[in-house]
């Protein structure tokens, strides 16, 4: 049986700052080396402060995924030697003393399938590295910190995954729970990065590392499985080891270096004290998560008789929901839905478009009573959201505008 | 010009018109030039300081408010930052660090109109206990300059001690503050873990060491820790003291206070002048009406080693950050794959900084963790166990603050088991986190001895009611100097 694992990296870039100084979380608008200090620059003297609203969010996370909640929270060092790392360790989280990372086992079901989820740590982004040259011998490295301690939430499953359209179902289902909880924007370059773990039948565990997108996650578990189906289908050994996705090449490669073998030499951060979370902080922090997607789909299905297919659209993306839950729904809930699931999502459906679009809930309160009342046809509706999402004028003013006012063929 | 008052009597000077800030910060800098040609211990003296006092006069004089140190000379360890000025924790490695920023405890006594005069001497990184490990050559005795002073804030030490400044900022992280502090016959202060702001203090060894000031009186030390103590954003390991003032009650005395005398720091190899001063110590102290018994800590025995194995861990991690890349001196970086690199990008460290560092990479590897460092780790929780058991019955530990007297500069440079004996004294308040005071008490052959108070967390203010009682009983010489 194939058995796939995952460690999903997933910035929270919703939040204001980095994770242990006052630099910004959401790096990607500054020119390289702009968005640094004194502490994410790790220089002599300097402590990492803790970013506060980082543990609650990760905290949300690891209550979104079911996981445990360790009242007791301890951060580690990682020593390792990297130019991207300005320290020369990273501060993360490591069950050694028991559970001491912001999440335990935890679980979610895709499909009709459970993931279990091992446990969910904070850490510290290092910055990026940018090769630059065309030979291996011309090549320089370009260093890049704006992004070094960016808060970054690790979250390790089970290898509960038997096939990439598991994988995938799963990313899907983790984005849009991501997104819901507010915590960070999935479609940001870099925001989200995994590796994986991938075995078939009677081989070894071979470890891909540095895929960079979800969509390419998913290509490199179907590269990975299909490589070693064709190895012991030639009674070729597969043997453990460390492999890179080539995201050029679309493969994966065997990575020369021995990162597995590093000694990490994991011990206490002694600058940041074991962080105690109350009981009553965890109930705060439960009272104050956005509804999550299946409550949100199950109310809409019970509250508003709204179809099972055009609820599941519209709870798994906070983009419409927010808009559906805002609008005037003690009315025409069903209108609402409709117009946002069937018309509103071909014109909105890239992020630059949302971001332009003009549309306000009130005018899908507004084009639905039009609809309901007579007022305009469905095809004139549709219309008129084309001309609202341009131009966000009300509703009236185009009708009038455009001489949409005709009695509907119904009347 | 009298460069020998202490804080509080500098302070009383000025603010009455006695004195002029610039009068007092001249003739110091001018007793710097004269002597610390003989005594090295500035490593840096600042060239704005006698400008910097005049406009502390003038703010005096225009009627302004004055912070609390009235324009006080003052010297600064130099792995503290200061903005703007050169931080080589007397390393070749930061030979040219200019840092970017002001440490909490420098803001704090800039605010309170301090004038520091300079950047002073320590073993390199703060790993030693004789200043000798500095790679700009050792400090010296101002009673002795045969000897040593003590260290690693060998040079803050020598600067009070030698009047080349009211008072200083030197790290304790297993006794640099207080070893050096009884090797010069001045008082040196190891606060309770948290109580002073490491924000600026360049890490040696983070979980267990604290910025403590050494001053010529226990009152002094009681001043500035009005001033440098609290909670501050930018170290989470702060606790907070609620805005206690030190120097409030510090003469109501000690009687009836119950005292422990630990058994295991008067033992073996301890020399015979420091034992009698510590008894005499014991007799001084109940004369006030306390009661002084004798204790024994069990893990004191392993502390010393539990002490390096721990120290050379976090050394190892904290200083593997000077790769040269982002700061340190010119290196050619081409050419390397960065493993390389690394390997020769930091050979400007000293023997002793090296030494530590091989260690710290050995003694927490897989395969030798549970044998080295969390049989450390083990040791330190024990000792803190034993120590807050002790408390409960005694207000206050004694003991002499170093067994031996000062010995002689390159005596014991050669043999590092030796040297780190010397330790065995101070690292217990490293380990457990109490805090800690050396009192000047005696001179034995023209060479200081030091006694050593401990009190439980947070007693940091009772402690020094203890400290100015045995500190009243003494009248010593002057530095020969």
Known sequence: MTKIGLEIHCQLTKLESK????????????????????????LPGTLPRLNQKAIEKATMIAMALNCSTPEKIAFFRKNYFYPDLPKNFQITQLNIYGDTSIGGSGMIIVGDKKIRITRIQLEEDPGRLIYEGSSSKNQITLVDYNRAGTPLVEIVTEPDFENPKQVREFLNILSDLLENLDVSDPSLEGAMRADANVSIEGGNKIEIKNIGSFHDLEKAVHFEITRQESLHARDILIAQETRHWDDKRKITISSRSKEEELDYRYFLEGDIPWIIIEKEIHEKLKSEMPESISSKKERYVTKYGIPDQVADVLSSDKFYSDLFDKSDTEKNAKEIANIITT??????????????SKLESSHLTDLADAIQSGKITRTSAKNALYEIVKSGKKLEQIISEFDLGHVSDEN | MNLKLSALEFVNEVKNGNLSAEDFVSATIERIKKIDGTLHAFLNVNKKAVEQAQLVDKKIKSGKKVGSCFGMPLSVKDNICIKHSKTT?????LENFIAPYDATVISKLKEQDAVFVGKVNLDEFAMGLTTEFSAYGPSKNPWNPDYVPGGSSGGSAVSVSAFECVASLGSDTGGSVRNPASFCSVVGFKPTYGLISRYGLI??????????????????TAFFLNILSGLDPNDNTTINSGNQDFLDGIELGIEGKKIGIIQEMIGEGIDPAVLSATNEAVSKLEGFGAKCETISIDMVKYSVASYYTITATEAGSNLARYDNLRYGYDFPVEGFEFNSYISKARTKFGPEVIRRMILGGFVPSSGHAGKYFLKALKVKSKLTKEVLEAFKKYDYLVAPTVPILPFKIGEKIDDPVALFLVDINTVLANLTGVPSISVPFSISNGLPIGIQLLAKPNDDKSLLKAAYSLESTVKLPDVPI
């Not at chain 1, 018309?343 to 971001?355: A, I, N």
């Open chain 1, 343 to 356: 018309d509103l999502m071909g014109l909105v459906d890239t992020k630059e478009k949302r971001q332009q």
């Open chain 1, 19 to 42: 994770l242990f100084c006052p630099c910004k979380a959401n790096y990607r608008e500054y020119a390289p080396n702009t968005n640094i200090c004194p502490i994410c620059m790790g």
């Open chain 2, 203 to 220: 890490s040696y060894a983070n979980s267990i060491e604290q910025i403590g000031p050494i001053t010529r009186t226990v009152k002094d």
């Open chain 2, 89 to 93: 924790c007397a390393s070749k490695m």
